[in-house]
């Protein structure tokens, strides 16, 4: 299933700099379906840089990342 993009919204701190982003994620395949909107931070950012740093491509991606890790089956 191809997960997409479809919205980006950001959360500022009190000096300007980004406090969280949101982005949601849908895609589809046959009769399954799923939405999700990942709330990134601080914590989810890696080498040194600051979620100011990053594009777009960057938050779809560490998204994606977090989505798997939320989604995936753990064996009983």
């Not at 997960?3 to 994620?25: C, E, H, K, M, P």
Request: glycine share 6%.
């Amino acid at each position: 299933m191809e997960i997409t993009l479809n919205r980006i919204a950001y959360s500022f701190a009190t000096d300007g700099t980004t406090q969280a982003v949101s982005v949601g994620l849908n895609g589809s395949q046959d009769s399954n379906a799923v939405s999700a909107s990942i709330q990134l931070t601080a914590e989810d950012v890696t080498d040194g840089k600051t979620l100011d740093d990053l594009t777009k491509k960057d938050f779809q991606a560490l998204a994606k990342a977090k989505l798997a890790k939320f989604t995936a089956v753990q064996a009983s």
